[in-house]
């Protein structure tokens, strides 16, 4: 597939923030919510007329569940007005491929219905990472491989837990070189290109206000070259008392004369103020980071993905 001649799109930089991009990867530490704020990114596109898709690598399905939905693998389906979710399958997407590529389509569906193209997928070291993200880059093109597809206007992409999230953004770079001539080096080569133009790219960082989430982040932020376009603050509990409260609390807890439930509900306060004082602490080691709220819900859901929405509007 060549690359696609020069798209109308406004610059990024014309209006700043992730979803002036047309990709954005959302990276960070498992457990901290990124396919959540991927899904809250997603929504907030469609919001803006934008036409979005959130792509997950993992294979779980947590996207489409936050919508009480579940889709097969490999296939773009629509979650809400102006906003579909695609589960990579890498055989499916070295199939397409080859399909693009070999001059005998017959060739290319017969490696497919053989079981050759997932045997391959699974057998080469970090073809799947690569065939993952091609899928990615081939969905953000204005003239897409597939017949008849639809260009997006931004694709969001739910990345694998921060080691993995590297390898599928170092992957093109390394076929490249591996390959140095011939159509799989020429691809990686445009790939590469797109995913280290931050005109075009943008690099999403979550963390949660814990020690080992900031530590991965920051970890994240060294390995992309100290270059970040966002960092996202997950699950901020409300800050309910001042440095004055806590002084007050923790002389009233002292005092020896209070009944037992009066000192077991300010040891509940002084627990309170204990825990957001340690979030600040480590929101302090971020660089300015947009701070998400924590949303108590067992089950999260499209009301709570429409708030998150509303607090990454100034990321986005």
């Known amino acids: 597939m060549q690359p696609p ?32 704020i991927a899904a809250a990114l997603g929504v907030l596109a469609a919001r803006r007329g934008l036409r979005a898709i959130v792509v997950e690598v993992s294979g779980r399905g947590d996207v489409p ?40 389509r017959l060739l290319a569906e017969a490696i497919g219905a053989s079981g050759a193209a997932g045997y391959v997928a699974a057998a080469t070291p970090g073809l799947r990472e690569l065939l993952t993200v091609g899928k990615i880059w081939e ?22 837990a921060t ?20 159509p799989i080096a020429r691809q990686g080569a445009i790939i590469d290109a797109t995913l280290r133009d931050r005109r075009q790219t943008a690099m999403a960082a979550v963390a949660t206000p814990e020690q080992a989430a900031v530590d991965e ?12 376009d966002a960092v996202l603050a997950n699950g901020i509990a409300p800050q309910r008392f001042t440095a004055g409260d806590a002084v007050a609390l923790r002389t009233a807890h002292e005092r020896l004369e209070l009944g037992s439930p009066l000192r077991a509900a300010l040891a509940v306060a002084l627990t309170e103020e204990a825990r957001c004082h340690a979030q600040r602490t480590e929101l302090e080691r ?15 859901g499209a ?11 100034a990321a986005a």
């Open 5 to 36: 001649p020069p798209s109308d799109r406004p610059a990024p930089w014309a209006h700043g923030g992730l979803l002036a991009r047309r990709i954005v990867f959302v990276l960070g530490k498992g457990g901290v919510g990124r396919s959540t």
């Open 303 to 313: 009301s709570d993905l429409e708030t998150l929405a509303d607090a990454l509007a």
């Open 286 to 300: 971020l660089p300015s980071p947009v701070e998400l709220p924590l949303i108590g819900a067992s089950d999260l």
């Open 139 to 160: 969905l953000a093109q204005d003239q897409r491989r597939p017949a008849g597809a639809q260009p997006y206007d931004v694709v969001v992409v739910d990345a694998p």
């Open 65 to 104: 569940r936050l919508f009480g939905r579940a889709f097969p693998e490999g296939v773009e389906s629509e979650l809400a007005p102006g906003l579909w979710t695609l589960a990579v399958e890498p055989r499916q997407a070295l199939e397409e491929y080859l399909r693009d590529q070999l001059p005998g």
């Open 163 to 182: 080691g993995h999230g590297l390898a599928l953004l170092e992957a093109p770079r390394t076929f490249t070189s591996a390959a140095q001539i011939g």
């Open 217 to 228: 982040l920051l970890e994240l932020r060294r390995a992309l070259g100290g270059e970040l």
